[in-house]
Every structure is written in structure tokens, then in C-alpha cells.
């Protein structure tokens, strides 16, 4: 069995494990909740969680990592991580934690860890990580932007179009 | 080298990366204020303006909030006065049985995930200070009995989670008992307000509300200035000039709603809709509606300062209406604004004998729901007209919009307003889809602004207590290619756009009165070729349109 056939057979208690570590990153009382609650719009966070580590994994057996669809993944969770309790590391760290994972998974089995496969599929998972600040940082940097300009999209700009703002007058440069 | 290394062994050294939350009891577990989370203090002209207990400058990342030296004993007394005078809030603080079945309905949880936002929690941080104080069984069994003292860090966390409640009362849905966790939240401001410890998101607009009559502190001639422009706009967009009606006396009714319509977009198309029906309703019946640049504000957030606030602001409904000599007052679309007309207005400054009971002049119904309060909703009454094919509507000059509709806390939960807006919006719009039903009607998820949340400030928090909203909304986006959001709350205007731009980009929202005027047939108009907001109707893009 190569490696990658080993993860896709073991695929179900990989995720498991890795929703549980996520999930665990959350205070105590609220972890019950995010590990039980199956309806996806009583609890958005565990099931979007879910969903897509999910998928996730899924491209990270493949042999090209696609950044769009990557992408396309890891803005959900990292959208809520982003405006939760968590440092950058702590909110992004928990795509290394996959590697955590399979190595103990292959621990147990006959794997060597200098096996191709294996090596590819961790530059698969740092390219991901690194994907991840990006997400990061774009909703961090949409949170600033949305602080920002709210009041005046909002407010201002009626008034201006209402002329009800004095304008400076332009001046020679 | 790999045989060599053993995975446990391994393991040891890399878990260091792992964040885990520490493990510690509710009571054991330190308040950290964060940015992003807690809306500024209160300016303290503000405050003084109005008159209420120590104004003060101070900041929430101060160590010392700079409180007067006796602030335990004004909150004792306050507490107690408050138990005294309110049964509600003694029964709360008394027959919680912890059974967790509000736990998990509070969107600040969902969202924040943070324990002390579950409204049991939250409740928890004031009934401890009650089991100490007030009950034998805590003065003796102490944290036994879940009792605590009060201390300068309770207080602190007593600010920061009961500003991080938007007195929603869906909680308050699933509680077997109905403790009321909005009433709750809002004794634990009033208590705050006692030393102080207002917002400025609140105190400045209670303030400017005082002053010249709406929140925002507009003067009379701007708040008429703003809705002159709307009618520029209304004709250059349907060829009809409009002459609304200004403080009038002998007009049959007075309308008020919340100034946010009339100064921040989306809401101002929503007033612009408002002004469309007026028009049509006095050209085609006669009917007479007057605008009130003193009564400007629907709104009213004395409510989430103190119960003596909230009825001074309110006041002016009543006083302008029997200036006026109208007949009965008609309310646009707000949130908290109804929560007040509701259930406090009447036995805070009415009976308004001097109103007569709303009666719709057009159609002849009887508002019975409004027979004390004399003021009735405009999803209603906009309902009744259709109802009775007193409007000529155009429902395809909507045909652009798909759209879903978010019930507003206040007027789902707090006065039963589900079926009106839904049929309005099914008269006027072709496209119409629900969101999930646990999301939706009484079980609504709040947009996570209201109850004077709405600042820049805290935007982590507004983002994360509108998380479950949006969630339902990205799922219509996605599943029906919704790209509207109807709402009948002036806070959701202001505060869904933000949520949207965020989680749904592609989602804009709107008023009800918006989706009104677009479709509203007016006698003599030209025809359109745009919607109020001046894009292309569907029925103009590409000559194939039907």
C-alpha cells in the first residue's frame, strides 16, 4: 500500500482527529457544543470547520495542489477564525497540526517517513499553512477596511450627495 | 534516519505548537478585554447632558476606571431597588435551573464561542453577585452556593459581556421557564449606568436624541433638507414631484421612524419608499400623512441606558401627536423602536386618549393590536392596502432582485410581526425564497449590532455575532442565487451591508419600502427605466428581457 492509499484508507480517523485538535482550541464549555451540534445553521462554526478540513485533506492527496481551490477552502474556517479569540498563529497553526497526525498514524505502520510520497505530501501541507496566513491576512485587512470606510459608505457619502457637506476648496497643488 | 526516530519521541517535540484553551471554571477564568469587542466609553458631556450619575472620562484598557469611591454600595442599592421594584428580575435571578437549553442560542456564542456569552452565563455574572448579596443561602454556602463578592474584576466582566448581548431574546425562545435573559442584560446596563459606565454608542445618540429630537443630532432643517433631495431623486427616477408634509397639523396621521433612514444608505431608499406611498395614498384617497422634524427619531436608545431614559426619548411620540392633533401615529420600519411602542409605551407616557384607535381611512380596518398604543407598523398597514388592491403594483420592476428576508429581533420576537413583511414582499417581488427554518420567524438570528452595538470599533464582535445570520444567508446566496436581503429594521440596514461585505459578498439589502415604491404604480409617473437605488430594471438589460 503506498503512502497515499494508507491516508485514504485511514482518511476518516485523520479527520476526525484533526476536527477534534481544532476544535479543542476553543475554551472547554464551548468545545461539547462544536463537536455535537450536526445542524450547519445552529452551529456554523463546527460544521464549517468539518466541511472543509474535509475537503481539505482531500487535495492534499493529490499531486498538484490547486491554490484556487485551496483557497476556496480555507477561507471559511479561517473567515471565523479571523474574527475569534485567536493570534495569527493560533488561528493558522492548526494546518500543521495535520502533520502531527499522520506522522503518529505512520508510526504505526510500515511507511518510512523518507518516502517520496510522504516528503511531498508535507511540502503539500506547508504550502497550504502558508496559503492559510494569506486568507489570514485578507480578512484581517477586510476587518480594518470595514472599520474604516462603514461610517463614511454609510453616512457621508448621502450627505455629500445631498450637498449638505461643505467642500474644502481645491487648492494649487 | 527515519527508522531512528520514534514518532512518540518525535511527537514530544513539535506539540508545542498546539494551542489549547486552558482548562478553567467560568468563575477561575480572567476577563480579557480585547480590541475589536468592547464599543468605547461614553463621552462624558453626554452623559452629563442628560443628567445621569457620575460623568466621567475613562477607559475599558485602564487599569482604574476612575469610579467613585463608594461604587459597590451604589450598585448594592441599585440592585436592590431594582429587585424591589421589578418581579421579573427577582423571579430570573431566582428559578434558573441551569438546565443549558438557552446555551447554545445565543449568536454571540455561536459566533465568539466565548462560554460567558451563553445566556445562562451571562445571566450567571449577575445572579452570583445576587446569591452573595441578596440570598441566605449564599451569604452562608458562598461559591458553593455559585455566589461571588463584587470586585472590581466582576464589575469589569459585568461591562464587557453585557455589552456583548444585543437583547435579542432568542434565548429566551428556548427557555422552558421564559426567563428573559434581555431583561437581564438590561438591569446589569442600568446598574452600569449608576457609576458611569455607558457607551458612547449609546450615551452620545441618547444625548443628541434629548437635544434636537433624533440620534444622530440633526437640526430641523437638515432632517427636511435630507427628504427634499429624496424627492429630487423620486422624480428625476419616475417623472413625479412629490410635496411631503411637514409638522401639519389636522393631518390624519403622523409618521415616525428612525433617522437612520433618512441619513445612512440603504435606509434611505427605504425612505424614499415611504415618500412614494404617501404621495400615492394622498393623490388616490386623500389621505394626509405629515413628517415631524421634532418627533424625528423612531429609534430610541434610552432603552439600553435606563428605563427613565428610554421613556424621556419616547415621550415626544405622544407629544408631537397631540400637537399635531392627529388621529393616531404610523411608525416605519425599525427594530428596538417597536420593542418600546409596543410594550412599554403605553404604561410610560400614555393612555393616549387624546389619539383616536388606528383605523385604516383606505380600507376601513381596524388596527385591534394597536387600540391602546395608537401607533401601528407600517409592514401593516402597507399589508392591508394590499391586501384590499389599493395598490397598483408592477412586480417585475423587482425582477432583479432575488430575495430572502431576515426578521428583525424586535418586531418578530418582541410584538409577533412575521406573516406582514413576508406578504408584502410576495406582492411586489416575483423572486422570494426563506432561509432555514431555524433561522427565521421567532427563531431569527440577530444581525448582531442592535441594542446600540452598532459602533466601528468593535467590529470582531459585530462580525462574529452576525455570523449565524450570514451563514443562513450564504446559504440562500448559494443555493437560490439570493442577492437581497430584506429587513425591516433601520439597525439591520446599517449593520447587514457591513455583515454582508464580509460573509456574502454579493448580497445587498434592503427596507421593505424599497421593494414598495419600486413596484408602486404612481398616477402620472414615466415610465422607469431604474430602480430607486438608479440601477437598470431587469426588464431594461438586453432587448430579449420579457
Known amino acids: 500500500m503506498t503512502f497515499i492509499e494508507h491516508l485514504d484508507k485511514n482518511k476518516q480517523t485523520i479527520i476526525e482527529k484533526w476536527f477534534n485538535l481544532i476544535i479543542e482550541t476553543y475554551p472547554q464549555d464551548t468545545t461539547r457544543f462544536l463537536k455535537k451540534d450536526q445542524d450547519p445553521f445552529s452551529n456554523p462554526v463546527g460544521n464549517t470547520t468539518r466541511n472543509n478540513i474535509t475537503d481539505l485533506f482531500d487535495q492534499l492527496l493529490t499531486d498538484d495542489v490547486d491554490q484556487a481551490i485551496l483557497l476556496n477552502y480555507l477561507d471559511p474556517i479561517l473567515r471565523i477564525r479571523a474574527i475569534q479569540n485567536f493570534s495569527a498563529s493560533q488561528a493558522v497553526g492548526f494546518l500543521l497540526e495535520i502533520k502531527t497526525i499522520v506522522r503518529k498514524m505512520i508510526g504505526a505502520s510500515k511507511i518510512s517517513f523518507d518516502d517520496n510520497d510522504y516528503f511531498r505530501f508535507e511540502r503539500r501541507v506547508d504550502q497550504m499553512a502558508l496559503y492559510g496566513f494569506d486568507v489570514f491576512m485578507t480578512c484581517k485587512e477586510k476587518i480594518y477596511d470595514l472599520k474604516a470606510n462603514e461610517v463614511r459608505e454609510r453616512s457621508f457619502q448621502v450627505l455629500e450627495r445631498a450637498n449638505l457637506i461643505e467642500k474644502t476648496p481645491a487648492t494649487a497643488a | ?546
Open chain 2, 1 to 546: 534516519m527515519s527508522d531512528e526516530l520514534k514518532p512518540d519521541a518525535f511527537l514530544s517535540k513539535i506539540n508545542g505548537c498546539h494551542h489549547q484553551s486552558p482548562i478553567t471554571g467560568w468563575m477561575d477564568t480572567p476577563t480579557d478585554i480585547r480590541k475589536g469587542m468592547y464599543c468605547y466609553a461614553a463621552n462624558p458631556k453626554s452623559v452629563e447632558y442628560l443628567s445621569l450619575p457620575h460623568a466621567h472620562s475613562w477607559n475599558p484598557m485602564d487599569d482604574d476606571w476612575k469610579l467613585p469611591d463608594n461604587w459597590k454600595e451604589i450598585l448594592h442599592k441599585g440592585f436592590k431597588e431594582r429587585l424591589e421594584r421589578f418581579r421579573s428580575l427577582k423571579i430570573f435571578m431566582d428559578i434558573c435551573v441551569r438546565c443549558g437549553a438557552c446555551a447554545d442560542k445565543c449568536h454571540f456564542f455561536i459566533g465568539t464561542g466565548d462560554p460567558k456569552n451563553m445566556p445562562v452565563l451571562r445571566a450567571e455574572l449577575l445572579r452570583s453577585v445576587y446569591r452573595n448579596d441578596f440570598t441566605t443561602a449564599g451569604k452562608i454556602l458562598g461559591r458553593l452556593n455559585g455566589a461571588r463578592e463584587l470586585t472590581m474584576d466582576v464589575l469589569k466582566e459585568w461591562w464587557y459581556y453585557f455589552f456583548q448581548c444585543t437583547e435579542c431574546r432568542r434565548c429566551s425562545v428556548f427557555c422552558p421557564y421564559g426567563i428573559d435573559t434581555a431583561e437581564i442584560t438590561i438591569m446589569a446596563r442600568e446598574l452600569l449606568n449608576l457609576i458611569g459606565l455607558n457607551i458612547d454608542w449609546i450615551a452620545t445618540p441618547v444625548a443628541n436624541c434629548f437635544r434636537t429630537g433624533n440620534h444622530l443630532g440633526i437640526q430641523p432643517h437638515a432632517f427636511k433638507d435630507m427628504l427634499d433631495f429624496f424627492v429630487e431623486d423620486i422624480e428625476d427616477i419616475t417623472g413625479v414631484a412629490l410635496e411631503p408634509s411637514f409638522n401639519k397639523k389636522g393631518a390624519d396621521i403622523l409618521f415616525i421612524t428612525p433617522s437612520g433612514d433618512v441619513f445612512a444608505d440603504p435606509g434611505t431608499y427605504t425612505c424614499m419608499g415611504y415618500l412614494i406611498l404617501f404621495h400615492y395614498l394622498k393623490v388616490k384617497y386623500g389621505l394626509e400623512v405629515t413628517w415631524s422634524t421634532y418627533a424625528s427619531e423612531g429609534g430610541n436608545f434610552g432603552f439600553f441606558t435606563s428605563h427613565e431614559t428610554m421613556k424621556r426619548l419616547n415621550s415626544k411620540m405622544y407629544a408631537e401627536a397631540k400637537r399635531l392633533g392627529v388621529k393616531w401615529i404610523l411608525g416605519g420600519e425599525c427594530g428596538h423602536m417597536w420593542r418600546v411602542i409596543h410594550q412599554y409605551m403605553d404604561t410610560m407616557n400614555g393612555p393616549a386618549d387624546f389619539l383616536e384607535v388606528p383605523v385604516s381611512p383606505i380600507t376601513g380596518t381596524r388596527f385591534e393590536n394597536a387600540a391602546s398604543t395608537k401607533m401601528v407598523h407600517i409592514a401593516e398597514f402597507t399589508a392591508d392596502l394590499i391586501k384590499h388592491n389599493k395598490l397598483e403594483l408592477d412586480k417585475s420592476r423587482n425582477d432583479g432582485k432575488i430575495v430572502t428576508f431576515h426578521d428583525s429581533c424586535n418586531p418578530a420576537r418582541g410584538m409577533g410581526l412575521l406573516d406582514e413583511p413576508r406578504y408584502v414582499i410576495k406582492e411586489t417581488c416575483n423572486k422570494f425564497y426563506e432561509m432555514p427554518s431555524n433561522t427565521i420567524r421567532e427563531q431569527t438570528f440577530c444581525c448582531g449590532s442592535g441594542s446600540g452595538l452598532n459602533a466601528g470599533e468593535n467590529m470582531e464582535l459585530r462580525l462574529a455575532g452576525g455570523l449565524p445570520r450570514s451563514n443562513a444567508v450564504k446559504y440562500v446566496h448559494e443555493t437560490h442565487g439570493v442577492n437581497m436581503l430584506a429587513c425591516v429594521c433601520a439597525i439591520d440596514r446599517a449593520a447587514l451591508p457591513t455583515l454582508m461585505e464580509y460573509w456574502v459578498p454579493g448580497v445587498e439589502v434592503t427596507g421593505l419600502h424599497e421593494l414598495v415604491a419600486n413596484a408602486l404604480i404612481l398616477p402620472g409617473e414615466k415610465e422607469r427605466d431604474t430602480d430607486l437605488r438608479g440601477e437598470p430594471l431587469a426588464s431594461m438589460e438586453g432587448d430579449d428581457a420579457e
